[in-house]
């Protein structure tokens, strides 16, 4: 009977220590630590101990109750307190985790597809370094641990931005459901802007934010430079040029040294690629390891006069290649050679396809051989002009159009020329007649020359005739007069005869 009573004190004593120990634990637990929030280490090492007390009290009490030795008020305290310390404890695991994810950009790379668009080929990788530096550190429960997969970074979101923040990528948003440690994930844009310098904006996690400016790299598996030209079509008249701005972008991390090239353009069509700054002439250029862009001019001079390799309004395609310094050598002059697109893609080189239009404008010379006219009243003027196309283009519809003084007319032969061709000559005859009882005097008359050409108006230069009117002269008056002076010399020389006789 006493051993019975001994055995049932003692398991008193037992559960009156466990539950004064239980309680001062809670207590414990109560008491908030500000610099756990700080240091989330320290704090997750804190919760991690209180936890594993927690749950060896929760297994203890199981048992006493189980014996019938503490009431189910008492399990129930002791089940709730483990409850709050494996929270607390995963809190403050997830609260390490959040704060040591990392993402970071391996690679960024820029690179044009066939279809000419610029790519950016971006890298992400996971740098938090897993859980190895935690389970070292704190002991960690492996289960527990792997649970919350720390090694995993969810949601990650990904866009490209311009220096004023706005999205310049396609899509404007990449999502990465997991990214996780060891396993970088590629991610492939298209940029709606060509930039070298772009801004990659990242949120992850837990709403965790990072943006990097980032130079990007050229994708140097490609060997070579790429050329773009705004104006890939253009027009220029005969005898004009045309000037095509040429972009140059490296893909290349072997050669930086390349020769500019023209193919399937005629000998009679001068090329001329200048530096756009400097003016100078350039028939090789060398790329440096800070600068891998450059702009050329493209000078394109036309011959005077259309031909059988230039003629008129009919595109002439033509290639520029941007080729190695060490390939030149061995493809030799490529200026007599008429490349096909085919063959042009197998020489492996950065080209652009250009086009230019030859246009011609006609250009109306008019020459008159005299523009004074001295006549009577009653007389008519008679003026030839010559017309001359002196333009690269067919005249139609050459008209000529006379201004006289009122009351006079005007006869103009042929009063259209329907046609004129390049260098072509044909002579107009203006007949003019003054008006009745027009007054001596000086009159102006002024004429003007226009045509057609390319449906544009063409006007030549306005001629001026002047036409003197002279008085008219009677022959009955102007006999008196020589009468009368015959008369007076008959009576001089007979009075100095009769004088000379006394």
Partial sequence: MRRCLNKTFAALLIVSAFTLLSAIHAEAQTNYNSRDDKFTVL??????????????????NKQLFDKQLISKLELDRSRNIFSDSEVNYQQSLLAVLFENQYVTVSKAVKYQARDGRKHVRLTLANTSGGGAEFRKLINLDDELFRSLQPDIINNVYVSLLNDVQATIGQPYEAKIDELRFGEPATIDFTLLQDLDFVTVSMIYGSGTQRSMKIFLQKDATVNKVVVQSEQFSQEAELGGSASFGLALELFSGV???YKLEVVNLTQQIDRTFMDPTSQARLSQFKFTESVNTKRVNLQINLPDRPGAEVIMDQPIPFYVLVIPA???????????????????????????????????????????????????????????????????????NVVMEVDPPLGWTKKIEPELITSLAIGEEKRVKLSITPAENVSVGRYEIRVRTSGMSDNQPVNGEDKTITVEVQAQVSLAGTGLIVLLIVGVIAGIVVFGIRLSRR
């Fill in 43 to 60: 704090g997750l090492k804190r919760a991690k101990e209180a936890y594993e007390y927690a749950r060896a009290q929760y297994e203890q």
């Fill in 326 to 396: 060490d390939q030149s050598e061995q493809l030799g002059d490529l200026r007599a050679k008429q490349l096909t697109q085919e063959e042009i893609d197998r020489l492996s080189v950065g080209y652009a396809r250009l086009e230019l239009i030859p246009r011609g404008k006609g250009k109306l010379l008019v020459r008159a051989p005299q523009l004074f006219r001295s006549i009577k009243p009653d007389e008519t003027v008679e003026v030839a002009v010559d017309v001359i196309n002196e333009g690269t283009r067919r005249l139609d």
């Fill in 255 to 257: 050669t930086n040294t």
